[in-house]
């Protein structure tokens, strides 16, 4: 039971918008990988260094580059001969090489159609290399979803073979998952543990959701993506057993000890109620800002798309009791807005809902959190 | 005017009657004794030689008669709370004036038996309620099992095990799960014929004879062992309860203390036959459930859209959300079957949604498939399609239409690709020409299964290699969302995002498509959405 589209549904998404877009249309999100850095400066890997040497990254990034999928293939399948796993493979060459392409789109040096190509090689590669696992015992049934809205699904693949390989029966949902769709399944089947995959962590809430809904049908969840944040620091105040930053982390977490006493049941409460009211009131907050900044007709969407998603950042933000998110979504948004006057559009964007919601404590601090940061650089 | 002011001191009200001070002394519920200021006892009580028979003036308190009193006396403590002779006793220490001090003893006997009594009674009621709980949570046969056998332990076992029959018809032999406490997990297996012979009362169980559980010791378990933890030695007692349920025994639970550990007493048998009894119900509701969603699975799986089948000179992608959404079935379908130069493909629009409509997508998808045999011409084949669907009973009391494009791709003569569309009153499908443009390609035509005299159309349209063909349900266009809720995503944004992903292969077009719209709706209800991309495969 996947996704009823009938292709396999691990496209990366094909509409990274460049400066050659159609007046108006909708910018849609990266894909996180170059934002909130899952390897940047600073962080500890929890499983180590990767175990492909950063020169054949190089290499398999120069076919990618290329959309050379025989070479990209015969370096991940030479990989394979030397005696490399399939996790290694997919893990250190695969995903490392898919957060480069991130970074790529991000910083502009790639076009959305050489980001297409080279996420359409790596599934090859993808394909290939799965081909190599052997049937191993049944550890155990495991079901992969990604957070209802998200639609990148070529890490969440990854993280099905790399846990398939590793002895368990994966199920995988494929990308936006609806909460209702999910609870059905888990009754259905009743798996050991989901694994949540959430990449942006404006998400959080529903991300949240999701987590609670599995636990209320009594499965734990193991997250996964830089969506849970540093060190994925809020999975488990939306109720998650524990999370990972890779594909084998997931092996490791569930592994171990996944009694699903603890984790499922009543999920922790938020700290604050006040992401209710605020996202309740989001649709209110886009056509207030609309009509205060009076975007160029073309932008309008644009416009109403960025506040509706830094709506969702502020009520993630005071869900999981952290203005650092709002901060962090705040900086990002106004380096992708690279307009120009992307700062100030996001300043007059902060102003507005500020006011709005004065009545709401922690949406005021934490909107003024963002506004100081925002003026000042990093 | 303040109480203590107006009272005399207490001393001066005082009578100097030792007599009377007795009796007031003796007639005290509380046991009293005096020491002088080296410890020796100079005063009891009758309470007090009562409770504390051995003390009599003049005795030592800190010597030994009442241990628990003269290590209170040696360590300074100024209270105690001990056994003694049977009774429960609390004592507090109060210095007097003229040196030594007085004891206070109370008997918290009965105090303390309500008080165990209460929290014990809280305790079970936790209990019940934690796997009230927890049992509710799932509505899936193994889980429910996996939380049968965790909640017990190590409450009211060391180790919990259930016996119980597969639903699975044919399966006969019993399978066993168990959870021993500082386990990681329950694990489980098949268990062998002679288990159930060699545990008594676990045929009787198992049968759901409703057996007063009792506890016995282990003389005749010797089968158990098979399936306790290797470590686990030789059980204590055992419990074994029936888990009944309105539909027949679920399941026989059995409860495993470790030797050493008390028995089982009779309020925890209650508990355990109540734990059981829900339990079994839990079980029998995701059986229940579980018919259920097998049922509903398999009518699920033949109204779902189809796997699209390879087809020469073509790439094809479908897209399809229904309305509701743990179903996933609705009135929107599309279907693609190969023919000998290529590929006939159809996507149409039941009206209605949900179960209802699926039920007369698949009449509709069935007839397809069987009409397509004898007639290939799109044209031709919408004709005949709306004579059956019109002929099947109840169609007219239904008023059930359906809107439909048929189209069928030939290798054209240019390297790309000839597409023939029949119409039956659908939204005109656009094509994305190499240049980027969007063009609409006008069908027109009736809806379909609604007159018997309704007159169809069918245009010709070539794709150059790389082309794409779009056919899409009123569902895309009309999903309403956007900032105020009530916008339509409308044809305008739908041009907008082909455009923006023009020269992609049709998965990524649709996906991308079905990403839009779902942002549009911002989680707002919908109609069924469906999508076909059609595109003329490049010779490279």
Same mark, same amino acid.
């Given at each position: ?72 293939t ?26 480069e392409?991130?970074?790529? *789109?991000?910083?502009g ?41 998200e ?18 029966r ?23 543990a ?26 734990p ?12 620091? *809020? ?79 502020l ?16 900086? *990002? ?42 003026a000042?650089?990093? | ?21 007795r009796?007031?002394?003796?007639? +005290?519920?509380?046991?009293?004794v ?17 409770? /504390? ?12 008669p009442?241990?628990a ?19 429960? /006793?609390r ?15 109370? @008997? ?41 056998v965790?909640?017990?332990v ?18 006969? +032999? ?33 049968d ?24 686990f ?5 055992v ?27 009779p ?24 018919? &259920?969603a ?9 109204? !779902?859209?189809? &796997? ?18 743990? !179903? ?18 159809? +996507? ?13 997508t ?37 008023s059930?239409?359906?809107?439909l494009? /048929? ?21 005109s ?38 082309? !794409? +063909?779009l ?24 041009? &907008? ?5 023009a ?11 079905? &990403?839009?719209? @779902? ?5 707002e ?16």
């Amino acid at each position: 039971m996947t996704r009823p589209t009938p292709d396999e549904p691990t496209r990366e998404e094909p509409g990274r918008a460049t400066g050659e877009e159609p007046a108006g249309t909708r910018r849609p999100p990266p894909e996180d990988p170059g934002r909130v850095t899952p390897d940047g400066p600073g962080r500890v890997t929890p499983d180590g260094p990767g175990r492909v040497a950063p020169g054949v990254v190089q290499a398999y990034l120069g076919c990618l580059d290329r959309a050379d999928l025989v070479g990209a293939t015969r370096l991940a399948t030479g990989l394979l001969d030397a005696g490399a796993s399939v996790a290694d493979v997919l893990v250190d060459l695969v995903a490392v090489a898919q957060r480069e392409v991130g970074l790529r *789109w991000l910083s502009g040096r790639w076009s959305i159609a050489q980001e297409h190509a080279a996420t359409h090689v790596s599934e090859q590669v993808v394909e290939v290399v799965v081909a190599h696992t052997a049937p191993t015992d049944d550890r155990g049934h495991v079901v992969l979803a990604c957070v209802e809205g998200e639609w990148h699904a070529l890490a969440a693949r990854i993280v099905m073979e790399v846990v398939r390989a590793a002895g368990w029966r994966v199920t995988f949902l494929g990308a936006s998952v609806p909460v209702r769709q999910l609870v059905s399944y888990l009754h259905q089947t009743g798996p050991d543990a989901v694994l949540l995959s959430c990449v942006q962590p404006s998400r959080l809430v529903r991300a949240g959701r999701m987590v609670e809904a599995c636990r209320a049908a009594g499965v734990p969840v193991v997250a996964g993506g830089p969506g849970f944040g540093p060190e994925g620091r *809020w999975a488990t105040t939306v109720g998650a057993a524990g999370w990972g930053a890779t594909a084998r982390d997931a092996v490791r977490l569930l592994s171990g000890p996944l009694l699903a006493a603890p984790h499922t049941g009543a999920a922790p409460t938020a700290g604050s109620d006040e992401y209710v009211p605020v996202l309740r009131r989001r649709r209110e907050l886009v056509q207030l800002v609309l009509r205060e900044v009076t975007p160029v007709a073309e932008r309008a969407e644009e416009v109403a798309g960025v506040v509706a998603q830094l709506v969702d950042a502020l009520a993630a933000a005071i869900r999981i009791g952290d203005p650092q998110l709002l901060v962090e979504f705040v900086r *990002w948004q106004a380096g992708v807005l690279d307009t120009g006057d992307g700062a100030r559009l996001l300043d007059d964007v902060l102003r507005v809902c500020a006011t709005a919601l004065t009545e709401h404590p922690r949406s005021a601090d934490h909107l003024h959190r963002a506004r100081t940061a925002l003026a000042t650089p990093p | 005017m303040s109480h203590a002011s107006a009272r005399p001191p207490a001393d001066q009200s005082l009578p100097a009657d030792p007599q009377l001070a007795r009796e007031l002394l003796d007639g +005290l519920a509380e046991a009293v004794v005096t020491t002088d200021p080296a410890g020796r006892v100079t005063l009891v009580n009758a309470m007090a030689g009562r409770l /504390l028979p051995e003390l009599a003036p003049g005795v030592d308190l800190a010597a030994h008669p009442v241990p628990a009193l003269a290590r209170a006396v040696t360590e300074g403590t100024g209270t105690f709370d001990a056994e003694h002779h049977g009774r429960r /006793l609390r004592g507090v220490c109060r210095p007097l004036a003229a040196g030594g001090c007085a004891w206070y003893v109370r @008997d918290v006997t009965d105090e303390q038996a309500r008080t165990d009594a209460l929290l014990a009674e809280r305790s079970r009621t936790a209990f019940l309620a934690r796997a009230g709980s927890r049992l509710g949570l799932s509505l899936h046969r193994e889980q429910t099992l996996r939380a049968t056998v965790t909640l017990p332990v190590p409450y009211l076992a060391d180790v919990a095990l259930v016996v119980h029959r597969s639903p699975q018809p044919g399966e006969d +032999l019993p399978h066993w799960l168990r959870y021993a406490d500082g386990e990681p997990g329950p694990v489980g297996g098949v268990a062998s014929r002679q288990l159930a012979g060699a545990v008594p009362g676990l045929v009787e169980a198992l049968d759901g004879e409703s057996t007063d559980p009792s506890p016995w010791l282990d003389a005749e378990l010797a089968d158990l062992t098979a399936v306790l933890p290797e470590t686990f030695g030789r059980p204590g007692t055992v419990l074994i309860s029936p888990m009944l349920s309105a539909g027949g025994p679920a399941g026989a639970l059995i409860l495993v203390r470790r030797a050493g550990r008390a028995g089982f007493d009779p309020r925890d048998i209650e508990l355990t036959r109540e734990f059981a009894a829900r339990a079994g119900s839990a079980v029998a509701a995701a059986d229940l459930y579980g018919e &259920q969603a097998h049922l509903a699975r398999v009518l699920q799986h033949s109204l !779902l859209p189809p &796997q699209l089948p390879p087809v020469p000179g073509v790439t094809l992608a479908g897209g399809y959300r229904s309305a509701g959404d743990s !179903l996933r079935i609705g009135g929107d379908f599309y279907e693609v079957f190969p023919t000998a130069t290529g590929a006939l493909f159809a +996507l149409g629009d039941v009206c209605g949604k949900g179960v209802g409509a699926a039920v007369l997508t698949g009449r509709v998808r069935q007839s397809l498939q069987t009409l397509r045999l004898v007639e290939q011409r799109p044209h031709e084949l919408v004709q005949l399609l709306n004579r059956a669907l019109f002929d099947s009973p109840d169609a007219a009391r239904r008023s059930q239409f359906t809107t439909l494009l /048929l189209g069928t791709t030939e290798p054209g003569s240019d390297g790309g690709v000839r597409v023939r569309i029949a119409g039956g009153g659908h939204p005109s499908p656009l094509v994305v020409r190499a240049d980027g443009s969007i063009v609409e390609v006008r069908v027109g035509g009736m809806p379909i299964g609604a007159f018997a005299t309704a007159t169809f159309a069918e245009v010709e349209v070539r794709l150059a290699p790389g082309e !794409l +063909l779009l056919a899409y349900t009123d569902g895309v266009t009309e999903a309403r969302g956007g900032s105020a809720a009530v916008e339509m995503f409308g044809e305008h944004r739908l041009r &907008q995002a082909l455009a923006s992903v023009a020269g992609l292969p049709p998965s990524a077009v649709i996906d991308w498509l079905l &990403q839009l719209v @779902d942002e549009w709706l911002d989680g707002e209800s919908h109609d069924d959405i469906a999508m076909l991309a059609v595109c003329a495969a490049d010779p490279a």
